[in-house]
């Protein structure tokens, strides 16, 4: 279970950058962009979610060899490609301190999938979480 809580406070700890970032780049944005009518992009707008996936790439990479996390192949992808609907279904409902909250849920949860003995566990919890970000994005207004 170390293994579990070592990886939902990196999930969280990388959403919360990924939050930082994310508001750093649109208020970037909205500065460079405040006398332009059209559409305006800044290199930050480009740059910030690639620099951002390649961290999260490293990071979980390393954190999850050294709390024995793996294999490693198999848990960063989901880790990463699925973590944007968590994240986005938190930052709408509660800033991003909900949205570090869901990070690390859904890092705690693929960790667990990972494992032999709690494998239905963790498959299960990652199904509620992706579920559940489902219903809160797509929901009628």
């Known amino acids: 279970m170390s293994q579990a809580a070592g990886a939902a406070a990196t999930g969280a700890l990388l959403s919360f950058a990924a939050c930082r970032a994310l508001a750093l780049t649109q208020r970037h944005r909205e500065q460079t962009c405040a006398s332009t009518d059209g ?32 294999p490693r192949i198999v848990v960063v ?16 409902v509660g800033g991003w301190a909900a949205a570090a909250m869901a990070g690390g ?21 990652a199904a509620a979480v992706l579920l559940t970000s489902v219903i809160v994005l797509y929901r009628p207004s």
């Not at 992808?77 to 709408?92: D, E, I, M, N």
């Open 39 to 70: 559409m305006c992009f800044t290199w930050w707008d480009l740059a910030t979610l690639p620099l951002i996936f390649a961290t999260a790439s490293v990071v979980l990479a390393v954190v999850y060899k050294a709390l024995g996390i793996g």
């Open 77 to 92: 992808p989901p880790s990463l490609l699925l973590a944007p609907l968590p994240l986005a279904a938190g930052q709408s």
């Open 105 to 125: 849920v859904w890092a705690c949860s693929v960790a667990l999938a990972a494992r032999d003995h709690h494998r239905v566990l963790g498959l299960t919890l």
